[in-house]
């Protein structure tokens, strides 16, 4: 099925360190959703974006939705090392369905 | 307010068995997603209800694969005739009718068919 380009697939980073992640499409998106996954469980809810040019933060973690409506990214500063896990960006096309289209995802591991 | 739920957390069955799982919404969520999710990969799109009325099927959901919500609250996916390719984590997600746009997702349903 159709998916996002998600990148970089994986990083392992010094903890204190930034982290940027992005994630692109050839299509336009109405919605980006950012979330989080730990092994076995279910993916999180981080940050949602809404408006193309939208600015968003959460505690640590910064995500923008790209002026284009094509891409978005996702930034954690000052990484600990609770933040390791699976990030993916998630979007949503026009129409009123809701279904998401999801990116492969970003390891992060962090070395404390 | 609790979050989504998904019963059983764990399925091993043999190829040819039915199984079928269970989601619990969050509460006065009337939107419902079910999704698939394989190792190394993002989830995939299954199905979508508003209340009891599913409303879109994805491709992925061939006819060996039943989804209902019958009172609009907790929604069933059923699996019949299972294959090992049908081992994945299931995932269901719900969200408010305004407010949409925002999924939360429960814990998902692995599932693994020998």
């Known amino acids: 099925g159709q998916q996002l380009n998600q990148s970089p697939q994986s990083m392992f980073i010094q903890e204190g360190e930034d982290v940027s992640m992005n994630c692109t499409s050839s299509s336009i998106f109405n919605t980006w959703l950012w979330y989080k996954q730990d092994p076995g469980e279910g993916p999180v809810l981080l940050i949602a974006?809404?408006?193309?040019?939208e600015l968003t933060s959460n505690g640590r973690l910064t995500a923008q939705f790209g002026i284009t409506r094509k891409d978005s990214f996702l930034n954690i500063s000052a990484s600990i090392p609770s933040d390791v896990g699976i990030y993916f960006c998630?979007?949503?096309?026009?129409?009123?369905?809701?279904?998401?289209?999801f990116g492969q995802g970003t390891t992060l591991q962090v070395k404390p | 307010d609790t979050g989504v739920s998904q019963d059983p957390r764990h399925k091993i069955t043999k190829r040819g068995q039915n199984v079928t799982f269970r989601c619990d919404p969050i509460s006065e969520h009337n939107r419902l997603y079910w999704y698939r999710q394989t190792l190394g990969q993002g989830p995939e799109f299954l199905t979508y209800f508003q209340n009891e009325a599913q409303l879109e099927k994805s491709r992925l959901l061939s006819d060996r694969f039943s989804a209902e919500r019958p009172k609009g609250s907790f929604s069933t996916l059923e699996i019949q005739r299972t294959e090992q390719g049908d081992s994945a984590m299931y995932l269901c997600a719900s969200s408010l009718d305004q407010g949409w746009r925002t999924q939360y997702f429960g814990p998902g349903t692995r599932l693994l068919v020998l």
């Open positions: 998630a979007g949503q096309q026009t129409g009123n369905t809701g279904k998401l289209i």
């Open positions: 974006l809404y408006k193309a040019g």
